[in-house]
């Protein structure tokens, strides 16, 4: 089960060794996200065959991992079984087994296991019998699975957020090359100017254009900070340049340029 870092590598290899141990006809894994909504994220049967458009039965997984109890049940033909489980058995299902899959939370308690923390539930079913004296056998692979399961989601979120910050640490180089160069000698004017955002990108920007003689320069601060600010920045930035040569006023510019960032929609920025 450690063999894999990658989350779906990793849950189809908890769902084969559990349906080739247990000798359950489908396996799912159901994790439950932020708000504790509880989403199927793999479905498999017997040979390692993905089921797209597989449906288990609801209220038996949301059970269980409300209350951290597992959930076997033997035949749903039962009269007690069949009255709340219908749509279960219209799809020939009659044998659940269905347990939780906890992680330990150091420094935590979590309501009913202190100290453990619940991320899904497994989820077995089949239209035969023959497969239950392996609970002891399930409980050992959630146990595993559960923690498993938890370092490739981690590992997974790792990944994400060290991509991110690349593509900021990218961002911002580009931002500061968009910048003229900090300081500008003239015989009429010596400029020295930086600019430092408090993330990697931010919504401050200066430029300068010597013009026959003259100079032109801007100041300019879009409201807010990190990557929306920037974005705001790069488009005024642009529409600035657009003008760079020409010989209106700044009054004029100014003009244009609202005109430009109103045609866009943005507002109170």
Do not use: W
């Not at 063999?3 to 849950?11: A, H, K, P």
């Not at 409300?66 to 039962?78: A, E, I, M, P, W």
């Not at 020939?92 to 935590?108: D, E, F, N, W």
């Not at 056998?137 to 060290?162: D, G, K, P, S």
């Amino acid at each position: 089960l450690g063999s894999g870092q990658v989350l779906d590598e990793v849950l189809a290899i908890v769902l084969d060794s559990t349906l080739e141990l247990t000798g359950a006809e489908r396996g799912f894994i159901l994790l439950a996200e932020s708000g504790g909504q509880l989403v199927q994220r793999l479905a498999r049967a017997r040979g390692g065959i993905t089921l797209t458009s597989a449906q288990t039965s609801k209220r038996i997984p949301d059970e269980v991992f409300s209350t951290g109890v597992d959930r076997f049940v033997n035949d749903l033909l039962d009269d007690a079984n069949a009255q709340v489980h219908g749509v279960t058995l219209q799809l020939g299902i009659r044998h659940v087994m269905c347990t939780p899959l906890k992680v330990a939370q150091y420094g935590s308690e979590s309501s009913g296991d202190a100290g453990e923390r619940r991320i899904g539930v497994l989820y077995l079913d089949s239209r035969e019998k023959g497969y239950m004296q392996a609970a002891g056998v399930l409980h050992a692979l959630a146990a595993e699975a559960a923690v498993v399961i938890e370092n490739a989601r981690l590992y997974q979120e790792a990944v994400h957020a060290e991509r991110a910050a690349q593509e900021l640490r990218i961002a911002s180089e580009i931002q500061r090359a968009l910048l003229p160069p900090n300081t500008f000698s003239s015989p009429v004017v010596d400029l020295a100017a930086s600019t430092t955002p408090c993330r990697e990108v931010g919504g401050d920007l200066f430029d300068y254009v010597p013009r026959d003689g003259n100079l032109s320069f801007t100041v300019a601060d879009v409201s807010g900070k990190g990557t929306s600010a920037a974005l705001l920045t790069a488009v005024v930035q642009g529409l600035l340049a657009g003008e760079a040569e020409s010989l209106d006023s700044p009054s004029q510019v100014c003009n244009k340029l609202n005109r430009s960032l109103c045609r866009r929609a943005i507002a109170s920025k």
